[in-house]
C-alpha cells in the first residue's frame, strides 16, 4: 500500500501562487478595516475587491525591473483596479503584508499537520488495544531486560506523541501573529485601530510589538516543535528497525506481493520506509537550527532571515506532514510476530527471570550480595555457553537448598510481570 498523505495540500499552500493569494488577503483585509472605521468608502472597497487580481509571470515581469517581490506584486494589482489603486497598501510597509500573509500560510499548514498527528495516534491507540497483552521482552542498552507487552511499548509512543500535538497546538497558538504598523512598527501612517481590526478578520492576533517586523524568536520556537515531532517519529522508526533485524524479527514493515529488497538478494526485506524516516528527521531538525539563527538581526530589521524562511518553513511542514502519513502507513501494515517475541523472551533459559529469582532467594536468608552472585553465576553461564539458565538454577545446590523445583518453575511465569499492566492503560487509554 503505497503512502496516503495531504503533501501537495501543503506544497499548495506555500506555491508562488499562493503566497501572493495571501498577500492579496492581506491587502484587501487592511481596506476592509479601512472601510470599516469610516475612512475608506464601503462601495469603493467593494468595487476595489471585485477587481482586484494578479498574475504571476505579470509580477516575474516587473520584478525584473523593479527587484522587490512585493512592489511588483502591488503594481500588478493597481494594474487592474483602476482608480481604486489609491486604497492599497496605505500607510503599510512591505513586511506588513509579508509576516501577516506569513502567519497565514502557518496557520493553514498546521491544520493539516494537526490532522495527521490525531490519525497517527487514533492509530497507535487501536494498536495499544490490540496487543495489550502481546507479552515480548523489554530491553535496555539493547540487551534483554524484563517482560512487558507489546502493547505497553505503544503506549510510551502515545504518550511521545500526544506530547508533541500538545506542543504543537501550543507553538501554532503562539505562532498566530499579524501586524500592521508600518516602518518599524510605530504605526506612524497607520492607526493602531486598522491592525486590530485586520488582524481580527483574518483569525490572528496582533503582535503586542513589531519592529517592522514579527520577532523571530516566535518562528524559532514553531521550528523546534516541528524538530520535536520528527525526532520522536525517528525514535518510533529506529525501534522498528531494530525490531525487523534477522535476529530479532519480532515486527517487519508491510511488505507488498510484487516488492523486491534487494538487486543481488532475494531474501531481503528491509526496513526501507522506517529508514526514509531516519533522514528525513535529521533535515527538519536541521532547518530548526536556520530558524535559531534567524533571530538575532539588524536593529529594527533586516531580511536576512527572509531567503532561509522561503526554503525551511515549506520544506518542514511538507516533510513533516509526509512523514506522519508514512507513519501511519508504517503502523496500519505492521507485521507482528508474536511467536518470536515469546521465543525471545525465552532465550537462554529464561535469564530475563534473573531478578524473581534474586528476590526469592534473598526472601530464602540470601544477603542481597550473596544472592546475586549466584543468580549472576547462573545467569552469565547461560549467556556465554549458549545454556539454560532455569536448568542451571536447578542443578546448583545453593539455589536447590533454599528452593524447591515448583519453588523455581513459578519463578518464570511471565503472567507475573505483567500484574500492573491495567494501570499503564488506564493512564494512557482511560
Known amino acids: 500500500m503505497i503512502d496516503r498523505y495531504s503533501r501537495d495540500e501543503i506544497k499548495n499552500i506555500w506555491s508562488v501562487q499562493s503566497k501572493f493569494q495571501y498577500y492579496l488577503q492581506v491587502e484587501l483585509a487592511v481596506c476592509d478595516a479601512y472601510a470599516e472605521l469610516g475612512e475608506f468608502p464601503k462601495e469603493d472597497i467593494a468595487n476595489l475587491k471585485n477587481l482586484a487580481k494578479f498574475d ?21 494589482v493597481n494594474e487592474n483596479v483602476g482608480e481604486y489603486a489609491k486604497y492599497m497598501h496605505v500607510g503599510m ?32 491507540k487501536d494498536l495499544a488495544a490490540e ?12 540487551v534483554h531486560a524484563e517482560i512487558m507487552t507489546f502493547g505497553v511499548k505503544l503506549c510510551s509512543w502515545i504518550d511521545i506523541l500526544s506530547r508533541q500535538r500538545n506542543n504543537f497546538a501550543s507553538a501554532l497558538e503562539q505562532i498566530r501573529v499579524g501586524q500592521i504598523s508600518g516602518p518599524v512598527g510605530t504605526y506612524s501612517n497607520i492607526p493602531p485601530e486598522i491592525e486590530e481590526i485586520t488582524c481580527k478578520n ?21 521550528m523546534q516543535v516541528l524538530a520535536l515531532i520528527a525526532s520522536v517519529i525517528e525514535q518510533f522508526a529506529t525501534e522498528i528497525r531494530h525490531l525487523q533485524r534477522t535476529e530479532v524479527l519480532e515486527v517487519e514493515e ?41 533571530i538575532p538581526l539588524w536593529h529594527e530589521r533586516d531580511i536576512s532571515h527572509s531567503s532561509a524562511e522561503r526554503i525551511i518553513f515549506p520544506d518542514s511542514l511538507i516533510l513533516v506532514d509526509f512523514m506522519l502519513a508514512r507513519l501511519n502507513n508504517i503502523l496500519e501494515n505492521l ?54 539458565f532455569k536448568a542451571n538454577l536447578l542443578e546448583d545446590n545453593d539455589v536447590t537448598s533454599r528452593l524447591s523445583k515448583e519453588e523455581i518453575e513459578s519463578l518464570f511465569d511471565k503472567k507475573a510481570f505483567l500484574k500492573n499492566i491495567d494501570v499503564i492503560y488506564d493512564r494512557i487509554l482511560g
Do not use: W
Not at 510597509?93 to 509579508?98: K, P
Not at 490572528?204 to 514553531?222: C, E, G, N, V
Not at 526514509?276 to 532547518?287: D, T
Open 56 to 76: 504571476t509571470e505579470r509580477i516575474d515581469e516587473i520584478e525584473k525591473e523593479v527587484k522587490h517581490d512585493v512592489i511588483a506584486f502591488l503594481t500588478n
Open 93 to 124: 510597509t512591505s513586511s506588513d503584508v509579508i509576516d501577516t500573509a506569513f502567519a497565514l500560510q502557518i496557520q493553514d499548514s498546521g491544520k493539516i499537520i494537526m490532522q495527521d498527528l490525531n490519525k497517527v495516534i487514533a492509530t497507535l
Open 131 to 142: 496487543h495489550r497483552n502481546t507479552i515480548c521482552v523489554g530491553r535496555s542498552h539493547g
Open 202 to 222: 483574518l483569525g490572528l492576533m496582533p503582535a503586542k510589538i513589531s519592529t517592522q517586523i514579527i520577532a523571530r524568536d516566535y518562528h524559532a520556537h514553531f
Open 254 to 294: 508491510g511488505f507488498g506481493k510484487n516488492q523486491k529488497g534487494s538487486s543481488a538478494m532475494p531474501h531481503k526485506k528491509n526496513p526501507v520506509l522506517s529508514e526514509n524516516l531516519c533522514g528525513l528527521a535529521r533535515v527538519v531538525r536541521a532547518n530548526s537550527m536556520v530558524s535559531l539563527e534567524n
Open 335 to 388: 507485521e507482528i510476530h508474536p511467536k518470536n517475541m515469546l521465543e525471545n523472551a525465552d532465550k537462554f533459559g529464561g535469564i530475563i527471570f534473573s531478578q524473581k529469582v534474586l528476590l526469592k532467594l534473598i526472601e530464602k536468608g540470601l544477603t542481597r550480595e550473596e544472592a546475586y552472585r549466584v543468580v549472576q553465576r547462573n545467569a552469565l553461564d547461560a549467556f556465554e555457553e549458549k545454556g539454560n
